[in-house]
């Protein structure tokens, strides 16, 4: 069953084409309630993000939907799934001082860093395996 570590709406600050690999973009996002920031490389070709789009983001441990017996997964209801690694956490300064955790997690090769209130990220755990799931909102 499907444990939720990240579900918010982001909103697309700018995308930067890759000079190394020519269909990935990194995308800078902000959620739009709790204040985290995402740095993110998506496929740019068969997911391009836009500066001003809202996208909804999730991050989950599993793709089964809670309570659901039979074929239901998380990825019917999104446009874009990666698998990945949370290879390193940290802590960061951020604006005003104050202190912010990254978390760092490789979907073979495309990065994602994500910056927020040590309070909700208290679930990610190095060394976990987790799905990142995007659609357009």
Same mark, same amino acid.
């Given at each position: ?8 709406v982001?909103?697309?600050v ?6 190394v690999?020519d ?6 996002a ?5 204040d ?6 998506v496929h740019?070709?068969l997911y391009?993000?836009h ?6 983001m999730?991050?989950?441990n ?8 039979g074929?239901?997964?998380l990825?019917?209801?999104?446009e874009y799934v990666?698998?990945?690694?949370l290879?390193?956490m940290a802590d960061?300064k951020s604006e005003g #001082?104050?202190v !912010?955790v ?7 090769g %495309?990065? &994602?860093m *994500?910056r927020? #209130?040590?309070l !909700?990220?208290?679930k990610f755990?190095v060394?976990?395996? %987790?799905f &990142?799931? *995007?659609?357009k909102?």
């Amino acid at each position: 069953m499907a444990d939720l570590y990240f579900d918010e709406v982001i909103k697309v600050v700018k995308t930067d084409s890759q000079v190394v690999y020519d269909k990935v973009s990194r995308i800078n996002a902000r959620s739009e309630e709790n204040d985290f920031f995402v740095e993110l490389d998506v496929h740019s070709e068969l997911y391009p993000m836009h500066p001003d789009e809202k996208h909804r983001m999730l991050i989950s441990n599993s793709l089964i939907i809670n309570g659901s017996g039979g074929s239901k997964s998380l990825a019917d209801k999104f446009e874009y799934v990666m698998h990945g690694l949370l290879y390193k956490m940290a802590d960061a300064k951020s604006e005003g #001082d104050a202190v !912010k955790v990254e978390v760092y997690i490789s979907f073979g090769g %495309l990065q &994602l860093m *994500l910056r927020g #209130d040590p309070l !909700k990220m208290h679930k990610f755990k190095v060394d976990q395996k %987790l799905f &990142l799931l *995007l659609r357009k909102n």
